[in-house]
């Protein structure tokens, strides 16, 4: 009867595991490691000479060319807690003409106690970074360990946009444009704010938000035909989404959610509501999403054009197949890889993966 019952609780675990991976594995591909040995490499950028930086959220940044690594010094105080640390690093788009690298990490900056995410700008020179310059700090610090995002893109016209999420505390930031936190920002790369941001104008709120009602988004590129922002962010328990990023535009956190509490409770009864933005598309169950890029280059026939996104819960790299900004296809590629982080694609074209406790991958196509 023990022996029974055993065998009825492993098949029912089982079933559920296999509902919950619901999108097919694709076979036709495989990987090559290119940097091995690390541990969260939650952020990576090629340089033009072929290096590339790597980011460990605990607080390293890695100089990688022709199979050796060398660690930078010189990086800011990094507040490493929970899901903080150092995060997200991206070129200048004129990085041959001035050599910015810009950074996002988490700092505790001169308040006493916690942290929040902070962006920075510095230059490479040998083995050190110069020149450093804090271009935004988020405030208040905050002493949880959940939430920091963090993304870095640029668009065509040289604007540099973040994320920061709501650092734990949805009832509060994220529908507040007095509050950093919960949201998406724009900043001229020097750190100025653009005149045309659209809450410049606005009692007490903060300058550099972009768009606001964001949970935790780690994930942004810029799509490479129409220009627009593309993030995605997690959800609680279900409703992890992507979103289009707009002026102005207020994308519901927490007050509609196709979520739940992870206790199973709900915090909202509602999944739209006038004013606030539907994501583009959402993940029930969630599939835990970091990093995100178009393949926008040859390397990889008919799959041109869809999205990848990393899964940090189910340790695959989604692809996403799209039809007038609709994802009308997933499937599984990497599939058991381990817990993807970061995703970019490469100036020759090919797709590179942050792996948890891999390192950085190159995807490669099999039947192309």
């Known amino acids: 009867m023990k022996r029974k019952l055993f065998i009825i609780i492993i098949l029912s675990i089982n079933a559920l595991s296999c509902a919950q991976d619901k999108n097919p594995v694709n076979n036709a591909n495989t990987y090559e490691v290119v940097v091995g040995d690390l541990s969260i490499p939650w952020g990576f950028c090629f340089l033009p ?45 004129d990085y041959k003409d001035n050599g910015w690298i810009y950074m996002s990490y988490a700092s505790t900056g001169n308040e006493d106690g916690g942290g929040n995410t902070t962006i920075a700008r510095a230059k490479l020179s040998g083995n050190a970074l110069t020149n450093l310059e804090i271009l935004y700090k988020a405030w208040p610090n905050s002493k949880r360990g959940q939430h920091f995002g963090s993304r870095l893109d640029f668009d065509a016209k040289g604007y540099l946009y973040f994320t920061i999420g709501d650092r734990g505390n949805r009832d509060v930031n994220p529908q507040d444009i007095t509050r950093d936190c919960g949201k998406v920002y724009r900043i001229h790369p020097d750190g100025r704010i653009p005149k045309d941001n659209p809450f410049v104008n606005a009692s007490n ?31 609680p328990k279900g409703g992890d989404e992507i979103n289009i990023i707009e002026k102005g535009k207020n994308y519901g956190w927490p007050v509609i959610s196709y979520g739940i509490n992870y206790s199973g409770t709900k915090f909202t009864d509602i999944t739209e509501k006038e004013g606030m933005e539907q994501p583009l598309h959402y993940w029930v169950p969630s599939i835990a999403p970091s990093g995100m890029a178009f393949i926008s280059g ?63 991958v190159k995807l490669i196509r099999k039947d192309n």
């Open 205 to 235: 709120a903060k300058t550099a938000i972009y768009s606001y009602g964001h949970r935790n988004p780690q994930g942004m590129t810029i799509h490479p035909e129409t220009g627009q922002i593309w993030t995605h962010e997690h959800g």
């Open 298 to 360: 040859d390397n990889y026939g008919d799959w041109k054009g869809n999205l990848l996104v990393g899964s940090l819960k189910f340790q695959y790299l989604d692809m996403c197949t799209l039809k007038d900004n609709k994802v009308i296809k997933e499937e599984r590629l990497l599939d058991g890889i381990g817990r993807v982080r970061s995703v970019e694609q490469g100036p020759d074209g090919f797709i590179y993966v942050g792996v948890e406790g891999v390192g950085i």
């Open 49 to 93: 000479d072929g290096a590339m930086l790597i980011t460990e959220k605990s607080g390293a940044l890695i100089h990688f060319k022709n199979g050796k690594k060398t660690n930078i010094e010189g990086l800011p105080d990094i507040y490493v807690r929970g899901q903080g640390g150092l995060m997200d690093i991206k070129l200048d788009p």
